[in-house]
């Protein structure tokens, strides 16, 4: 079977490492409106700079989910510009208040916001607090 890569509306794509060429692939899919992203190692980041290069991806995606070691605060401000996201799902190993601070219910008033890992006993008492408060809604 032949695809046109340019035509798919979502993506699973769970792998150990992103490759420079692998960003460049995804950006070519410029329909994508559903994009989930899994890094299983340990200590690599999704790099959102070159993720969102060249694409149309912050005019598409509505739903997406990420789970990687962490999330920057760089990371935080490339997803403030996706315009449509509806659901914004992630899952870190690591994740502290100076970076969940930096999301804010204002930049993403029309999205369903959930944190998968670490799970609400894990957190500290102050980012669930701060969740609760900005998003009202109990992070569980």
């Given at each position: 079977?032949?695809?046109a890569?340019s035509?798919?509306?979502?993506?699973y794509y769970?792998?150990?490492r992103?490759?420079?060429t692998?960003?460049?692939?995804?950006?070519?899919m410029?329909k994508?409106e559903?994009l989930s992203?899994?890094?299983?190692?340990?200590?690599?980041f999704?790099?959102?700079?070159?993720?969102?290069t060249?694409?149309n991806?912050?005019?598409t995606?509505?739903?997406f989910?990420?789970?990687?070691?962490a999330?920057?605060?760089?990371?935080?401000n490339?997803?403030k510009?996706?315009k449509?996201?509806k659901c914004l799902s992630?899952?870190?190993?690591?994740i502290?208040?100076?970076?969940i601070?930096?999301f804010?219910r204002?930049d993403?008033k029309?999205?369903?916001f959930e944190?998968?890992?670490?799970?609400?006993?894990?957190?500290?008492?102050?980012?669930?607090?701060y969740?609760?408060?900005?998003?009202?809604?109990?992070?569980?």
């Amino acid at each position: 079977n032949v695809y046109a890569f340019s035509d798919i509306l979502s993506i699973y794509y769970y792998v150990y490492r992103i490759s420079r060429t692998e960003y460049l692939f995804l950006n070519k899919m410029a329909k994508i409106e559903l994009l989930s992203i899994r890094i299983n190692h340990k200590s690599d980041f999704i790099d959102f700079k070159m993720l969102f290069t060249d694409c149309n991806f912050f005019n598409t995606i509505n739903f997406f989910s990420f789970h990687c070691k962490a999330i920057r605060k760089e990371d935080i401000n490339i997803l403030k510009k996706i315009k449509i996201l509806k659901c914004l799902s992630l899952s870190c190993e690591t994740i502290d208040y100076e970076i969940i601070s930096c999301f804010k219910r204002k930049d993403f008033k029309t999205t369903k916001f959930e944190i998968y890992k670490p799970i609400r006993s894990e957190r500290s008492a102050e980012i669930n607090e701060y969740l609760d408060t900005e998003f009202k809604s109990n992070f569980s």
